[in-house]
């Protein structure tokens, strides 16, 4: 059984299943139909709350997830990421899986926009053109994948429980408002660092470190107005490109998307009325990776529940001085680059303040370790002696320094090759009982 049918969920299932295995992969949300636009969240039925200051949890309550509104990105984390931070391996161990993500995304790389060479030879820093997930004109997405389209809908996950022949999961089906116990040999986990910690720490598994460790990505956005109309841009992401080495700080990265026409971005306001035609619009989103703090972590409020009577997640926030640090750095690497894209006459508009906690990239809350005390081994197995894997990025120490989708897929295609293996064993141990 795997929770959550967002990209990591549907990659474990497409892998299981292309092995053999009978998978059931569950979402809370609808399946929507092709082209219909996500949902909101009903924020009283799917309540949460925060404490220590603010919290945007960016979320897609649908099959599919967050996946349905991502722009694509699809760059490998940079090296020196698993060299800190309490990443259980090296980025050689990742490479067969990152491979086989691209593979399944059908990831192709854009061409640099000679602008974008200019300020990189200008500021000394790098830029590499998009990476993208891409089928056609638009992003992939998990409704792209058979298994992604068969996910069971509208099933809540409400507890696990462990007994001599595996794990009982209580579901809540909530067209029918019932509940009902499945059993299965194995769980994944894949429904969101927060919604997966919710899980956790109802079903008292995992241990007292499940919750503790929330990152994010630190961001900094800007909108820069040039009164310049845009140039037709070339190769597969045109104008699209990721900038990185330009500050003090390690694990910064800049994404680029422009010049565009302001309609593209829904900023056509922004710009004197009647000269659209004349203007282009380019989006700077700085990426910072947090490491764990002590102050900021998940856990469950004592008395609210929600409406389906589940206690309600709790998001304590807190930065640290070296977290403040890097706020300004991530403004000034907006700044900078800014700076050197501007013809005369342009204007920057920041539109997200780097201390606005929820970049909608979390991770953390069940992270993996080598140590004995890690809730999740280097595979992302919960410890304990459950039949419970973590394949959404509950289970990486960080965000990493750039958009992560591309390395939390590669570690669920590790996570499932382990599935793979103890449901073999398994398998194989009861046909010698049997013989």
Not at 34 to 56: I, L, M, N, Q, T
Not at 180 to 193: D, E, G, N, Q, W
Request: a positive charge; aromatic letters at 6%; hydrophobic letters at 40%.
């Amino acid at each position: 059984m795997i929770v959550g049918a967002g990209p990591a969920g549907t990659v474990v299932a497409s892998a299981l299943g292309g092995r053999g295995h009978r998978v059931l992969l569950l979402d809370s949300g609808p399946r929507l139909l092709s082209g219909r636009p996500a949902p909101e969240v009903d924020r009283r039925a799917w309540a949460h709350r925060v404490e220590g200051g603010s919290f945007d949890w960016y979320r897609v309550r649908a099959v599919g997830g967050r996946a349905l509104l991502w722009g694509g990105w699809a760059h490998r984390f940079d090296a020196a990421v698993f060299g800190r931070n309490g990443w259980p391996y090296g980025a050689s161990t990742l490479r067969p899986f990152y491979a086989r993500a691209e593979r399944l995304l059908h990831v192709t790389a854009g061409e640099l926009d000679e602008r974008y060479r200019r300020v990189a030879r200008e500021l000394g820093i790098r830029c590499t053109p998009k990476r993208g997930a891409f089928l056609g004109a638009r992003p992939w997405t998990p409704l792209d994948e058979p298994v992604g389209r068969g996910a069971r809908a509208h099933a809540v996950a409400l507890r696990l429980d462990r007994d001599r022949e595996g794990l009982a999961v209580t579901l809540l089906d909530l067209r029918r408002e019932r509940t009902t116990v499945v059993r299965s040999r194995c769980v994944v986990l894949a429904a969101s660092p927060i919604e997966t910690t919710r899980l956790l720490l109802v079903s008292g598994l995992g241990g007292a470190r499940v919750g503790l460790g929330l990152v994010d990505h630190m961001v900094a956005s800007h909108l820069l107005l040039e009164p310049v109309p845009p140039q037709p841009g070339r190769g597969s992401f045109p104008g699209a490109a990721l900038a990185h080495g330009l500050v003090r700080s390690s694990g910064i990265s800049v994404e680029l998307t422009g010049p565009v026409r302001p309609s593209a971005l829904s900023v056509e306001r922004m710009v004197p009325p009647g000269e659209e035609e004349r203007w282009s619009a380019t989006q700077l989103h700085a990426l910072g990776e947090l490491t764990a703090h002590e102050g900021r972590y998940v856990d469950l409020d004592p008395e609210r529940t929600d409406a389906f009577g589940r206690r309600v997640p709790r998001i304590h926030v807190a930065w640290s001085t070296a977290e403040r640090r890097m706020a300004e750095d991530l403004r000034r690497a907006s700044i900078a680059i800014a700076d050197a894209l501007a013809t005369p006459g342009s204007k920057l508009v920041p539109f997200r303040d780097p201390l606005l906690a929820g970049g909608g990239h979390e991770a953390g809350t069940c992270a993996m370790g080598r140590d004995e005390a890690a809730p999740c081994d280097p595979w992302g197995r919960l410890r304990g002696g459950a039949s419970v894997w973590i394949a959404d990025a509950s289970a990486m120490p960080t965000a990493g320094d750039r958009h992560p989708t591309l390395t939390l897929l590669a570690h669920a295609l590790r996570a499932a090759d382990d599935v793979g293996r103890h449901l073999s064993r398994q398998d194989g141990a009861l046909r010698r009982v049997e013989g």
